[in-house]
Structure formats: C-alpha cells, structure tokens
C-alpha cells in the first residue's frame, strides 16, 4: 500500500468558512502529532483536496503559509515536504502576542475600507508614491533590515490612507506609528528568527497584489486582500502560540 492509498488519519471534518485555516491547523495537528514526520513528503495536493473535501486552490494556500511558517518546504516538480523546525523558539519582543493582535485588529478595522476608498479615489500622483514606497519596502526586504521593513510598511500605509482621503486615520498613524513598526517586526519576532525573511517576503506579495489591486481601481479585490491578510497574520498569532506553548513543555520535560 502507498501513502497516497493509506487511510487518512489527519483529515477530519473540516468546515465550509475559513477553510484554509482549517487545513492549515489540521496539518500542523498531524505534524505534531507524528502522523507526518520530519522528511516526509505530504500527499499530493489532489489527495490532501480529496481528503479534506476542498479544492486545490485552497490547499494550496494552505501550503504556501506553512511554508512561510518553516512547517514545510515545496520544492518545484517534487512536493511538500514536513522540515524540522524544533529548534527554532521565538525570539524575545518587546510586545506580547496580546498586544500585536489588538493593534492589527484596529488597524483591519481602519485599512480593510480605506482600501477600497483608495482603489476608488487615487489620484495618478498618488499612485505614483505608493508605487515609489512599495519599491522602498521590496528594497527594506531584500536588505533584511526589520526595521527598515517596517518603516517602509508603514509609509506604505500612511499613502494608503492619503489616497483614500482618510485624513483622521492619517493623523492616527503617523501619532501612533512607533507602535505599529514595533507590531510589525513583534509579529515577525515572534514567528521565530528563521522565518523573518520568508515573513518579510510573504507581506511583499501580498502588498504587490493589493497594491495592483488598487491602481486598477478593484475596491472589491482591494478589500479581500486586506482580509487575506488579516486572516494570515491571524494564522501566526496562532502559530507563535503554538510555539510558546510546545517550547515551554519542551523544556519543562527536558532532562535536568
């Protein structure tokens, strides 16, 4: 019997809303619990959607944030495959996951309607600092300056927010942006130092879509990127739970 013939032990009844989070979650569930192993190669993305009752556009999402959270590693023409990353504890923050998840929770609130205001109301002026701040950002990401990154986001934002014609919002950010930069590079901190640069990289595709979004004036498209991005930072939240809560067990079991 192959594995792509094995029962699956790993899918269980998974939901029609926040289907990839679902899937998400149950294939950390497995990994965790040994079902699949360091090295392994997951099912195909067929099977996993035959399993899980699902498409393969959604499990290939699902996948493709794993991969951003050093769950697995795709590799072109082979698969996914489960990496180790056991000895990866999250890196001291100067914000608590409490605190970085209420600031991106009011911010959601702020930039999920700003940016279709900002699809909507651009001025080719306008536009055109956004694209000059979204290079700024790339160019942040590629030298892995975090704070430079989160700078960047933040002007990126701000012009966001100016385009829309949000000027309360602006006043908002630029008074509060300290502390945004600080959820930013906490939200990557805490992650875990091996994944910084794939975060890093993995918030630059989602703002070259939103931002594509917007000069081509797509309010709608604008805001589901925004959602997607919402649910994804919600997905690390989550993630760096898991990894507090895995690393402190660890080493309460650990021989002395």
Excluded: C
Aim: charged share 30%.
């Amino acid at each position: 019997m192959t594995k792509e013939s094995r029962p699956n032990p790993y899918a269980g009844q998974i939901k029609p809303h926040y289907l990839v989070d679902q899937v998400i979650t149950a294939i950390q569930d497995a990994i965790d619990k040994g079902v699949f192993k360091v090295g392994d190669r997951l099912p195909s993305e067929a099977r996993l959607g035959a399993d899980f009752g699902v498409g393969r556009s959604t499990i290939r999402e699902a996948l493709r944030v794993l991969s951003h959270l050093n769950r697995v590693e795709t590799r072109t023409g082979s698969g996914s495959y489960v990496v180790d990353n056991s000895r990866f504890e999250p890196a001291p923050s100067e914000m608590s996951l409490d605190e970085v998840e209420a600031i991106y929770d009011f911010r959601y609130t702020i930039e999920a309607p700003a940016a279709e205001q900002a699809a909507l109301r651009h001025t080719s002026r306008q536009m055109k600092t956004i694209r000059r701040l979204l290079a700024e950002t790339k160019r942040q990401v590629d030298l892995l300056d975090m704070d430079g990154v989160a700078a960047a986001d933040t002007d990126l934002h701000i012009a966001i927010l100016e385009a829309a014609g949000s000027s309360v919002a602006v006043e908002v950010y630029q008074a509060q942006r300290h502390r945004w930069e600080q959820a930013l590079k906490s939200l990557i901190t805490l992650t875990g130092p091996i994944v910084k640069t794939s975060s890093a990289h993995a918030i630059q595709i989602l703002h070259d879509e939103l931002i594509d979004a917007i000069e081509r004036r797509d309010g709608k498209a604008a805001v589901r990127l925004v959602h997607r991005d919402r649910d994804e930072v919600g997905i690390r939240v989550a993630m760096a739970r898991r990894n507090a809560t895995t690393g402190t067990r660890r080493r309460a079991t650990a021989p002395r």
